[in-house]
């Protein structure tokens, strides 16, 4: 069926951004919004993102024009009588979302397919309370709309064949991406997104790490565009927090049971970016202030000699190297009175039986490359339970000289980029095992979903299934969180030594 008209229901965040999206692509939007203050909140949103086009010079005013001629503010219901599609954006809450759909069930006409963006939310029950239930599947575009290539089209048991069909063409014809699910909480990308948030959040509350070392470990140490907490106030603390109660609720595993601190941060009115203020404070779209320094960040004076301590592997060697042509004396005698001493540090292994072994825990420190050193690399600074302030400044004075980025981690499993990378792979392992959804269906959604340059098995397969299988046991054994349980699948193909990409190619053929 050719799609020429649709409405967008509810003109917040993602409402705004998805009638972009249609009205670039040609297509007429009824953008129905029945509270005004939020209607002309919405309209500024779309004004604001074709202005910002234009003054990149990626879209020519005559155009931004004709792009906004094509989107109708509406605040009743009946004005979308003439649609082919409707795509509801209203706040994730069912009796509202229900409400919306016994409305358009009313007013449209019956081939009209009805739409739903909700994040989380059954799109089975929704559909259940029409009287057209076929006609009913999830649309759901990511934040920002007019930019993320995917979209999950969700059918249902109830759903039409053609229905889902109709819809996929269509987010192709938006430049879209469409990747077919079925209805489950949090489809592919949110299922896999939310909980590794959260344990962001979590790993915040507990002191863990900086709210900027968590970022910076997501940014530079595995290469997303956004660190976790910078995302969640993006996406918005109060749907992030809806979300997960969802999963929580179908899933029941601790990974989705919400971190306590989103729920006061919600409480508080503290959202996001749209409220200023979420994770980290904003003016201007920008953060403003920062973290607290941490103790033992800042001050310190780089040693003139480092004692190394490490297993003789390529780590420590390229790390001597480093050393070496900054001109620093390096000793692998522990007897040495040297100022530092350094355990280059591995996978699923603590720092601290290193560091006593060598007589001067106090003035040991450990470090961890997680993409291995090179020119800019990032540095893991893992501080034991016997670690000085004096001896955290000396490190980060030594990382400065070096020239490297360091985020600080406590001696724990995974240190701060594993801690938070491990548990998302697995769960990504853990939804392909189930089979909900196939591991190049994840991949895709999470790059074009998310942004991610990788998707979660190519990571694994860069990174090695062995040693992604080391570091969750690891963190396992450590914490006894069935969240952190490695896959069968993973632990298979570790065993094996066989990537996915390689396993997908063989099952191929
Ligand atoms: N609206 C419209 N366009 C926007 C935009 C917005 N809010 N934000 C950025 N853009 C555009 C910019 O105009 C720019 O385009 P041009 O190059 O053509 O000018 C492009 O996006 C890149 O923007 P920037 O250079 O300003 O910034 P960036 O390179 O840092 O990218 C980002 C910004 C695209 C948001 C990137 O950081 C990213 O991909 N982040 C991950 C976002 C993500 O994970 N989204 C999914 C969240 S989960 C979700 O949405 C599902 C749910 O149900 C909760």
Known sequence: MEIREVAVVGLGTMGAGIAEVFARAGIGVVALEADPEALRHGLGILDASLSRAVSRGRLAASEQADIRARVRPAAAFSEAAAVDLAVEAVPERMEIKRQVFAELDRVCGPDAILATNTSSLSVTSVAACTRHPGRVVGMHFFNPAPVMRLVEVVSTVLSDESVP??????????????????????????????????????????????????????????????????????????????ILEVLHAEFGQPRYCPAPLLRRLVAAGWTGRKASRGIYTYADGRVVGGDADVAGATGGVVPDTVTLIGRGDEQEADFASALASAGLS?????????????????EGQPVLPAALAAGRARQAVGVHFPGGVRDGCLAELIRTSLTTDVTMAAAHALAGKLGVSVVQAPDRPGFLVGALLYPHLADAVLMAQQGYASAPDIDTAMTLGCGYPRGPFQLIDAIGAAEVLTGLRAMYIAYGNPGFAPPPLLAEHAAAGIDFAAAGRAAAS
Do not use: C, W
């Open 165 to 242: 069909a109709a819809v996929a063409e269509l987010a192709r014809r938006l430049g879209k991406v469409p990747v077919s699910v079925g209805d489950r909480a949090g489809f592919v990308a949110n299922a896999l997104l939310l909980p590794y948030l959260n344990h962001a959040v979590q790993l915040f509350e507990a002191g863990y790490a900086s709210a900027a070392d968590i970022d910076k470990a997501a940014t530079e140490g595995i290469g997303l565009p956004m660190g976790p907490l910078g995302l969640l106030d993006l996406i918005g603390l109060d749907t992030s927090l809806s």
């Open 330 to 346: 390096v000793t692998r005698n522990p007897a040495h009175p040297s100022d530092l001493v350094v355990v280059v540090a591995a």
